[in-house]
């Protein structure tokens, strides 16, 4: 067990290299030097130069001992990002206070969708075949059609701007439950089709196996087989969907807090875009990467916890 | 004892390729087929659309940009779907939206299938170094979360001009569309090849591309005419599953401002709308939602049939 964590661990280097190698290609060498942006129009010549001093564009690409490589290695391994290029604040300490309200929204939305998809899935498969089982992947599907956006914009419009059920906006004043409810209804109901529909394979997978029909033979209920038995089988996708969804639960979510105003990371994200923030976006990417490599293998030794026929050669 | 041989009747039945048989199959079902009609009605559209670029037909159905009413006008019987701000037609906007939207999903779709099919059949095939190599490049790509490597790309690459001049290619100019699709493309080979690459590992070791090696078949002969056939049905499933992903990230990004500025795309339809749903303008917000929603059911509809028939060992039920 431990040797095989040990070499799943050394296995993330070269991952976490080839990240950095990739947002050092975008970020460095396609964008390049972008200080006469930054400095704006009537910019002297010395602001220019302060700031490529500042950012390290004026040092060589790779070959020194402080080019601009081996300073993008080294400011990213030990998280320092350097300051946005709009407010002169450090990025890192954006991030860290965006991560408690983006988690406010995506934490609930996220089980909210997981209960209720799963428990869906598992009546939907119930009645396999029939035709509240036909009709529901049909609607899944067409859920799964209409654009993120739009769910966004009429769930704001009907439920909070017309009907005036939640307030519109982001208020600080407000408790968090009060402005995170519609913001979070609205992600659950638009990720349930397509939830809906990958629980429902899984379900229906598990349901083809001979220790389900034994379950039935021997007399227990409908109720008892599919959330005892079935569930717990059915555990392996359904952890691997669970655990590397975490990371994205950091990032927030882009949209639903840029209409809600919600000051989370995917709010920071829609800022960073508008006002061209390299630095920022340049951060994100990497930190993203690193939680995904890290519940990736959080993923792998769950899947030994609950499945002990998994072996770790 | 003279039993002629023109009494015997042979009953011959007709041999079908793989690819009538899946047409076969396909044309059974009805709600495939319909599927399959909104979408050849939206891709004449498009055509339409380039033709009368090209050539000096301008059909007043395609004059997006001008001024058939009063700002804000409510569907009617004269504009069905309403005006905008500015007074112009949300059905011609729509209907134009369908270029943008289908220019990017195609060449996006090209870009990734141009780079994921020939890596995974490369590292399926070669395996050992090469095959590390490519295995490494898309887990790296894929432990980046989508949205942010989209969204890195399409900021990068905006308004970007590379000067390919010492190579011959003259300048190329990046600007709204091609931004999109390219930044598209670029992200979202990872998953046709780690599926090809699968599919490959497991021909690999079948007779036929045995026997090819032992003919004396070059490699590149046995990739590109012997495996990458055999796979086809795979990448057309790809296609098809993709396409809806693409023209919904790019809604996505135009909406965020990455994409086209000047011709009407569903995006900035909706980025457009959002301001005037408040105020009760509904329609153009509709109109876009409804432009969006029918050609994706139709594509997931159609793509699940394909899959079905393509792949009948394939349980999906």
């Known amino acids: 067990m431990i040797s095989y964590i040990i070499r799943r661990l050394l296995y993330t280097v070269p991952i976490i290299f080839g990240v950095l190698l990739i947002t050092f290609i975008l970020f460095n060498i396609v964008s390049g030097d972008v200080s006469d942006q930054i400095a704006g129009k009537a910019a002297s010549a010395e602001t220019i130069a302060e700031i490529k001093n500042e950012y390290g564009w004026n040092k060589p690409l790779f070959f020194a001992a402080d080019s601009q490589f081996v300073s993008h290695f080294k400011n990213s391994l030990t998280f320092n990002f350097g300051r946005s290029w709009s407010d002169r604040e450090l990025v890192i300490d954006k991030i860290k206070r965006g991560a408690i309200p983006s988690l406010a929204l995506t934490v609930p939305m996220f089980i909210g969708s997981l209960v ?9 498969a119930y009645f396999r075949g029939g035709i509240v089982d036909i009709l529901s992947v049909f609607i899944c599907v067409a859920m799964m059609s209409i654009p993120f956006l739009s769910f966004i914009l009429f769930g704001q419009y009907f439920l909070a701007f ?24 609205i992600g659950i109901f ?15 997978d598990e349901l083809k196996n001979d220790y389900v029909r034994t379950a039935f033979a021997k007399g227990l209920s409908a109720r008892s087989v599919l959330f005892k038995h079935v569930l717990k089988n059915a555990m392996i996708p359904i952890i691997t969907q669970v655990v590397l969804a975490i990371p994205f639960l950091f990032l927030g979510s882009l949209l639903l807090e840029r209409f809600f105003g919600i000051p989370g990371l ?23 990467a690193i939680l995904f490599v890290v519940f990736n293998l959080i993923t792998d030794i769950c899947y030994s916890i609950v499945d002990p026929r998994v072996s770790f050669e | 004892m003279n039993n002629a041989a023109g009494t015997i009747k042979f009953n011959a039945v007709k041999g079908r390729s793989y690819w009538l048989d899946s047409l076969h199959r396909l044309r059974k079902r009805p709600l495939a087929m319909c599927a399959a009609f909104v979408i050849a009605v939206y891709i004449a559209v498009v055509a339409f659309i380039y033709i009368s670029q090209w050539t000096s037909i301008k059909p007043a159905l395609l004059q997006w940009n001008q001024q058939v009413g009063r700002e804000y006008e409510s569907p009617s019987k004269k504009n069905l779907l309403g005006t905008d701000f500015l007074g112009r ?27 994921g099919v020939p890596l995974g059949a490369a590292a399926g095939y070669f395996g050992k170094f090469i095959d590390d190599i490519i295995v490494w490049l898309f887990t790296t790509l894929s432990s980046i979360p989508y949205i942010l490597l ?45 599926l ?46 993709c396409f809806v992903g693409f023209i919904q990230a790019e809604v996505i ?22 301001l005037d749903l408040p105020k009760g303008y509904w329609w153009e917000m509709t109109a876009a939602t409804a432009a969006i929603f029918v050609i994706s059911l139709a594509i997931n509809i159609f793509g699940d049939a394909l899959r079905d028939s393509l792949d009948p060992k394939l349980k999906t039920r």
């Open chain 2, 253 to 274: 990004l135009s909406f965020l401002g990455l994409g086209e500025k000047n011709c009407p795309s569903w995006g900035t339809m909706i980025d457009t709308a959002r």
């Open chain 2, 196 to 241: 090809i690459r699968g599919e490959v590992m497991k021909h690999k070791q079948r007779e036929y591309i045995l026997a090819a090696q032992s003919y004396g078949c070059g490699n590149s002969r046995i990739i590109f005419r012997h495996l990458i056939p055999n796979v086809f049905h795979l990448i057309i499933i790809n296609f098809s599953l």
């Open chain 1, 116 to 124: 209720i998809s799963i428990s869906l899935a598992l009546v939907v």
């Open chain 1, 266 to 288: 995917g709010y920071l994200m829609i800022d960073a875009i508008g006002g061209r923030d390299f630095q920022v976006i340049n951060a994100m990417t990497f930190i993203g």
């Open chain 2, 150 to 194: 989209i969204l890195a790309f399409a900021l990068v690459l905006k308004d970007k001009s590379f000067d390919f001049t010492k190579f011959g290619l003259g300048k190329i100019e990046l600007s709204g569309i091609s931004t999109v699709y390219l930044a598209i493309g670029l992200t979202s080979w990872v998953d046709i090849c780690r």
């Open chain 1, 162 to 185: 017309k009907w005036g059920l939640f307030p519109v906006f982001f208020w600080p004043d407000l408790p968090i439950a009060n402005y995170v409810a519609l913001p979070a209804l």
């Open chain 1, 190 to 204: 638009a990720g349930l089709g397509g939830s809906l529909r990958f629980y429902r394979t899984v379900m229906l």
């Open chain 2, 89 to 115: 037609s949300v059905l011609r906007k729509a209907l134009y939206g369908a270029k943008v939207s289908i220019t990017v999903a195609f060449w996006a779709s090209i870009i990734s299938l141009a780079i």
